[in-house]
């Protein structure tokens, strides 16, 4: 019986020790998530000027405050689903003003610039976008003219874009 005792004592403090191991596993991971977010490129730079708060459980994110444009809420959820350890993310920030109506100049930056940003070749940070009646000017500095080219044929293959002209400089 006291065998029985000391075996069922032991079983039960080791299934309390793996619990507790997995928990603090589990907090290990969702602290590490919630801390590269806010350390990465993306967020100390595009998005610094933003109010977005980071929460973490068991690896699915909520993502909460507010942005300054929709592309800015779409980067935010881009750039914490890429993390490792994130399972799914869930976001609930608050675009801040008005969200402009499909198919404007307005809405049509908001796509260009998200278009610029989601590829890692252009400088989407040192590109100025400007529009007017779907025809577009790009400003601002690029490393190269392979990358000024890339950044009119990007926005060029974005939907509604009807010309692109680019007074880009190369550096």
Known sequence: MKKMMYALALTATAASLLIINISLFAS???DRIEL???QSYVFKTYLKGDDIKIQSKDGVVTLSG????????SLARETVAGLPG?????????????????NTDEWLIIKVKSTLWFHRNVNA???????????????GEAASAAE???????VSD???VKRVFNTMIVE
């Open 66 to 73: 507010s942005v300054s444009g929709e592309s800015h809420k």
């Open 125 to 139: 940070a040192g590109t100025e976008v400007l529009a007017k009646s779907g025809i577009f000017t790009l400003r």
């Open 36 to 38: 590269s977010a806010k």
């Open 158 to 160: 974005v939907y509604g």
């Open 148 to 154: 000024k080219d890339l950044a009119s044929k990007l």
């Open 28 to 30: 290990v991971t969702d």
């Open 86 to 102: 994130v399972v799914s993310v869930d976001n609930k920030q608050e675009v801040k003003g008005e969200i402009p109506a499909v």
